[in-house]
């Protein structure tokens, strides 16, 4: 009994001393935040007056001065790219305080291969990181988290390799220390060719999945969900947190459904460093998707082809375009891919018996083909007794003013097509010398050149 | 939930320390990045900082880890312990009403009708009732000779029946008259 006694003992007197570790430790992070809302207050002090807070023990002398490499061992380097490509979670300490960390560090031993004017070294890098990358995202295929972190180490990666190439459309941004740092021996434009070919991969990848997990959602959330009843109770909720789940507890989805995943969708690219611009074009692919997937319920089911769904999709699209307002992607050309289900919408809800409103039709549906708005005259549902069915005349009087129609004649949209990706070269302004190698990395083999 | 709630990620900072999961480490980490982000335009002056920064929170994230894996570690053993605990105690209670020695005899003392005397004693004991007893009847068969006028009344002959000794003096005629005294009957 009394050894039991003495053991319980002695676990409690362990918990007492990691408690108080544990409270020094976070005492320490609230003395380093103060730290740093004191830094960015004192930044906005005028400049000349910071070397009176230097502190007095501070030598004239420089710090060592890094030249913004990484040395590594030859043989070291299936260790260096499993540890930093293949084995490395997308969330940890490193990576979520600096995302794109992984692609400077790469490219900090790229350069020192460089460097040492080694092209095998380099060669064998180069192959290396351009395998590893494809292994993990192979592996990590459907999740969402893994390739959107590597899409943007992959494109931060090459926009690395573009503005240090020493080539003169790169250098426009470039610091003078930039400048130095560029590469001194060798071309690797085709190796960067590869690269982007890559990126495209894996950009086409993160949509598939993004699409997988949205679909589901678009066609209850757009079109079958009746939110106009109580406009103000429905308000949709923004930003709700990180997880990927949907909103499935209590009812179907909702058009908060889809806003709540386009969050979490667009918060994770950014946590990921991703470049706006990129983040921008996977938005409005996915906008495409939803006004496209709804649009072709419309030419399939009568019962959407109502005023009140014309109400009810314009309402949603409002949703849609304050949602974008809050995330400030007004110009990523989002909102246009939705313009046919707007028109479309637009046709339910207006008036459809006088010549004048026959000629607006022709006028304003420049989205829609005459096939297209011929098939939602023809399928439009009356609500009540008083409504009448649109009248074969009305529908023949707006084909004639479409007859100089020259587009395409069909009846759907196709879901499946992407817009091209690019990836616009942006220089970025960290210097290669401030880096370090965090621990948790488990990267002690590379030494700071 | 309305429009313009603080992020989850912001949250980890409101938390107590103690229930600080690893989770919360990373939240912690991206906010604290994103800030360094703000206040940093060229990316130099707060490189150091950025970096001290860094290995603070991975210190912080193995402190999180090991103390919530600690906390688990102890409260496995603790619940081991208790069970342990538990299961003595409940052998030790049940082993008390065992006899130790065999061929012994509990008795509870406040029992009145417990047993108190020895066997030596009740052998005694009844030993002098039976001899009382033959001696009543011997009495009783001489009442009732007398009352019948069988024997007369002025010579009441005591017979001392002394199954025990025989009588000293007048040896024969006490012994006739006793011999004819039981004959008689």
């Known amino acids: 009994m009394e050894g039991l006694t003495l053991r319980v003992e002695h676990l409690q007197n362990e918990n007492g001393k990691l408690q108080n570790l544990f409270q020094e430790k976070s005492n320490i992070n609230e003395d380093i935040r103060q730290e740093v809302s004191r830094l960015s207050s004192e930044n906005s002090v005028c400049r000349c007056d910071l070397h009176l807070r230097v502190h007095p023990k501070q030598t004239p002398a420089l710090p060592k001065e890094y030249l913004g490499m990484l040395e590594y061992k030859r043989e070291d380097e299936a260790r260096l790219i499993q540890n930093i490509i293949t084995d490395l979670k997308p969330k940890g300490v490193a990576v979520n305080v600096i995302p794109t960390l992984p692609a400077f560090i790469l490219f900090m031993c790229v350069r020192h291969a460089d460097y040492l004017n080694d092209d095998n070294k380099l060669k064998s890098l180069m192959n290396g990181i351009i395998q590893g990358v494809k292994k993990v995202v192979l592996a990590h295929q459907k999740d969402f988290e893994s390739l959107s972190f590597w899409l943007s180490n992959t494109y931060q990666l090459l926009n690395c390799l573009k503005q240090y190439s020493g080539e003169e459309q790169f250098l426009k941004q470039s610091t003078p220390r930039q400048k130095k740092n560029c590469l001194q021996n060798f071309d690797l434009s085709e190796h960067r060719q590869i690269l982007s070919d890559l990126a495209i991969q894996i950009y086409h990848q993160l949509i598939s999945v993004m699409q997988k997990t949205l679909t589901p959602a678009i066609v209850p959330g757009m079109l079958e969900h009746e939110s106009l009843q109580g406009i103000s109770s429905m308000k949709p909720t923004g930003f709700r947190k990180r997880s990927s789940s949907l909103y499935k507890d209590s009812e179907t989805y909702s058009i908060s459904s889809i806003l709540q995943e386009l969050s979490v969708f667009y918060s994770a690219m950014s946590h990921h460093g991703m470049e706006q611009s990129l983040t921008k074009q996977a938005v409005k692919q996915l906008f495409f998707l939803i006004g496209a997937t709804t649009f072709n319920q419309i030419m399939l089911r009568k019962d959407m082809c109502s005023c009140r769904k014309g109400m009810q999709i314009r309402c949603n699209i409002s949703y849609l375009e304050e949602w974008l307002k809050e995330n400030e992607l007004q110009s990523c050309g989002a909102i246009d891919t939705l313009r046919p289900l707007a028109q479309a919408a637009w046709l339910l809800q207006v008036n459809k018996s006088t010549d004048e409103d026959a000629k607006e039709i022709a006028e304003k549906c420049t989205e829609l083909n005459p096939v297209q708005i011929v098939k939602i005259l023809n399928s439009y549902t009356p609500i009540d007794d008083f409504e009448k069915r649109v009248t074969s005349s009305f529908v023949r009087q707006v084909q004639s003013f479409l007859q100089e129609y020259e587009g395409a004649t069909q009846l759907m949209l196709d879901t499946d097509y992407r817009f091209q990706v690019t990836f616009p070269f942006y220089p970025s302004s960290t210097a290669l010398e401030s880096l370090q190698v965090p621990s948790s990395l488990r990267l002690e083999f590379l030494t700071r050149i | ?185």
């Open chain 2, 1 to 185: 939930m309305e429009f313009g709630e603080e992020s989850s990620p912001a949250l980890a900072f409101e938390k107590n320390a103690f229930e600080l999961t690893v989770e919360d480490v990373y939240d912690i980490s991206y906010v604290i990045g994103r800030d360094l982000l703000k206040i940093s335009s060229t990316g130099e002056e707060v490189s150091d900082l950025q970096f001290r920064i860094v290995r603070v929170l991975e210190m912080f994230e193995t402190l999180v880890n090991k103390y919530n894996l600690s906390v688990e570690e102890l409260k496995m053993e603790r619940d081991n312990l208790k069970a342990e605990l538990d299961r003595i105690i409940r052998e030790g209670s049940s082993s008390s009403g065992q006899t130790g020695v065999t061929n012994q005899l509990v008795v509870d003392l406040n029992d009145p009708n417990r047993p108190r005397f020895t066997m030596q004693e009740l052998k005694e004991v009844l030993q002098e009732r039976n001899q009382l007893k033959a001696q009543l009847m011997v009495a009783q068969e001489e009442l009732q000779l007398y009352k019948s006028g069988i024997l007369p009344q002025s010579e009441p002959t005591m017979v001392d029946v002394d199954l025990g000794t025989p009588p000293a003096t007048e040896d024969g005629s006490s012994t006739v008259n006793e011999k004819t005294t039981i004959g008689k009957l």
